[in-house]
């Protein structure tokens, strides 16, 4: 090796050490189920007035929903249930109801379903639930030409520390 081309070669190893760890932090970073960011957060900013119009046609159906979730089992499937109720507070049957959950401490996986009627006005749906704590449940129903759209917060258990799910309203 020619004199004088150690310090070049160092500056060169240095410098491809530096970016490979570099790599490596970006994918450890990037991996992390318990970062999220919300998915299309532009195009929901770009389209903010339709949420408020949505956000008012809830105020104006004057619906609500209970969202219940059964005890967390060892089959590896956990039963979610939601109660619709209309401006009268009476079952809302005959709706279209579309669930996403997303437990709190790793609110990158999100689970989706659409959830079937089991009695008039209340809609379940098997998901696979294995964390227990809080978690965030957004329920989008429709019922012929309306639209209700909103979230609550559910807390999950192990059937070995309680025997029912917790209901939220």
């Known amino acids: 090796m020619k004199s004088g081309m150690q310090w070049p070669i160092g500056v060169a190893a240095i410098l491809a050490c530096t970016v490979a760890a570099n790599i490596v932090v970006m994918r450890i970073a990037n991996d992390d189920p318990s970062f999220a ?9 770009v389209h903010f007035d339709s949420t408020m119009a ?13 969202a219940a979730m059964d ?3 060892t089959s590896g499937q956990t039963r979610l249930s939601v109660r619709l109720r209309d ?5 809302l049957p005959g709706a279209r109801v579309a669930v996403m959950a997303r437990f709190n401490a790793r609110a990158n996986d999100t689970l989706t379903a659409v959830m079937k009627e089991e009695a008039p006005g209340t809609y379940v749906t098997t ?5 227990a704590g809080q978690w965030e449940v957004r329920v989008d129903a429709t019922h012929g030409s309306q ?16 025997s029912a799910g917790t209901s939220v309203r």
């Open 37 to 45: 960011v919300e998915p299309d957060y532009y195009r929901k900013a």
């Open 54 to 66: 949505q956000e008012r046609q809830n105020l104006s159906l004057g619906w609500g929903f209970d």
């Open 71 to 73: 005890s967390i089992g």
């Open 87 to 91: 401006a009268s507070q009476y079952p």
């Open 127 to 131: 998901l696979p639930i294995t964390h």
């Open 147 to 162: 639209r209700f759209s909103t979230s609550a917060r559910v807390t999950a258990v192990h059937a070995t520390t309680a």
